[in-house]
């Protein structure tokens, strides 16, 4: 499996960013993804988790702001972000969950990782 993250950039505080993940590989391995982030000098941060069947679940920092989404026929995955402050400001990392027994809070429950996109808010 191999991801690719893209749609970083620099957007002030308010605005809104739109991060793709572009997934190849045997499509059965990516099947439950999820976003997560990084902060300079802070551990790895979950951020939001989609399953296979759609079902999607949100850390409360971003419950409300972001939405993440999927597209099975291209197997991409989005992350929609809006009213940004700037304590997003992080490296934005997708990742594919290592098999659906596992949880989907930590970053060892993941097995693929793409190689991050980078968001800053400017406030």
């Known amino acids: 499996v191999q991801l690719q993250a893209s749609g970083g950039g620099l957007v002030q505080a308010g605005g809104s960013l739109r991060l793709s993940c572009a997934a190849s590989g045997r499509a059965e391995n990516f099947y439950d993804m999820a976003w997560f982030r990084q902060a300079p000098g802070k551990g790895r941060q979950f951020v939001a988790y989609i399953s296979g069947e759609g079902a999607t679940w949100y850390a409360d920092s971003a419950k409300g702001r972001f939405t993440i989404a999927r597209d099975f026929a291209g197997n991409t995955m989005y992350l929609q972000m809006n009213k940004l402050k700037a304590e997003d400001t992080a490296v934005y990392y997708c990742?594919?969950?290592?098999?659906?027994?596992?949880?989907?809070?930590?970053?060892?429950?993941?097995?693929?990782w793409g190689q991050g996109t980078q968001v800053t808010v400017s406030s």
């Open positions: 990742a594919v969950r290592r098999y659906s027994g596992a949880g989907i809070y930590s970053e060892d429950d993941y097995g693929y």
